[in-house]
């Protein structure tokens, strides 16, 4: 069971690691997408990027002041610019 739990971790954290590895602005551009398209993909993108930074935040146990600033600075580097 132990076995099958850490594995199940590694594969969450490495799909969470390629997911982060391109940013959202390169995800976009890599899809020629703009416009209307552009826009809604990086709303999404950004939406579904906070919730993973907000996730990582709680597995630190950090709170207040300290988990914003992390999730901040997450979102702004997943997001790109």
Do not use: P, Y
């Not at 099958?4 to 020629?32: W, Y």
């Amino acid at each position: 069971m132990k076995t099958l739990i850490a594995a199940l971790a590694l594969t969450c954290l490495s799909s969470l690691a390629h997911a982060q590895s391109a940013s959202c602005t390169t995800q976009a551009t890599e899809k020629k997408l703009a416009g209307a398209a552009k826009t809604s993909f990086l709303t999404k993108c950004e939406k579904d990027v906070g919730a993973a930074c907000d996730k990582q935040a709680a597995d630190k146990k950090l709170a207040g002041a300290a988990k914003t600033s992390f999730t901040n600075k997450c979102v702004k580097d997943a997001v790109g610019t």
